[in-house]
């Protein structure tokens, strides 16, 4: 199993300029989660998903959009970048069960700079 | 507001001693904690959890302690070993909301030889 797989690992971008990153998993959970990471800021989450075809907004959702057409794949797009997008982005899946909670996987990461 | 902490940006120990890295949260509808591990350019990988009905929940040489009344949990790593070199994430979710977690900002251990 590949687990979480990020593309692209690595993007620059000009102030402006839209972009997709995708998220793939084979482990068939039901959560996806996409995650930004700033310097001494933490992990923040940005919007997730519990299941096909539905997203909800987390912590910090503005600038983003998403999109979960297929249960195995997550989308994150940005519509216009600003330079304040310039982060690391992780993306995550989980299985869901009731009365259980269980740990997130998480993706190697996508390094975005805005310029 | 943050509502998970970890105060201590670095901690520094040498390889065989007892690393105890430190957590405090303010929601009090968090009932489920976890530590992630982060190497660099990797994403975070899962640790050891515990549960609110417990105070403390053993995996090897790690031992994650709950207080709940302080609100506090720390993770001990006995003995401790360069590969443990890393950033530790505290992170707590809260019953309804199951599947969003809130992350501390996280502590970077060094392991010295």
């Known amino acids: 199993n590949a687990g979480v797989t990020q593309t692209p690992k690595f993007r620059v971008l000009k102030t402006g300029q839209s972009m997709t990153l995708l998220c793939a998993q084979d482990?068939?959970?039901?959560?996806m989660y996409w995650y930004r990471q700033d310097p001494g800021m933490g992990l923040r989450l940005i919007h997730y998903?519990?299941?096909?075809?539905?997203?909800a907004k987390g912590e910090v959702p503005d600038g983003y959009n998403v999109s979960r057409l297929k249960k195995q794949n997550f989308l994150l797009g940005l519509e216009s970048a600003a330079p304040s997008q310039t982060s690391v982005y992780f993306c995550a899946s989980s299985y869901s069960h009731s009365g259980s909670i269980d740990e997130q996987f998480f993706g190697p990461g996508t390094r975005l700079t805005v310029l | 507001d943050q509502q998970v902490k970890q105060n201590s940006p670095s901690l520094s120990v040498q390889e065989g001693r007892i690393s105890i890295l430190n957590c405090d949260y303010t929601?009090?509808?968090?009932?489920?904690f976890l530590w992630y591990k982060k190497y660099p350019a990797e994403g975070p990988t899962f640790l050891i959890s515990?549960?609110?009905?417990?105070d403390k929940n053993e995996d090897g040489r790690f031992t994650v302690f709950l207080n709940k009344s302080a609100k506090h949990l720390s993770l001990h790593i006995v003995p401790s070993q360069p590969g443990d070199s890393a950033v530790y994430f505290c992170?707590?979710?809260?019953?309804?909301?199951?599947?969003?977690?809130?992350f501390g900002k996280g502590t970077l251990l060094t392991v010295n030889p």
């Open positions: 929601n009090s509808m968090f009932d489920y």
């Open positions: 482990m068939n959970h039901e959560y």
């Open positions: 998903s519990v299941g096909e075809g539905t997203t």
């Open positions: 515990i549960s609110s009905i417990k």
């Open positions: 992170a707590a979710s809260a019953g309804g909301s199951n599947y969003k977690l809130t």
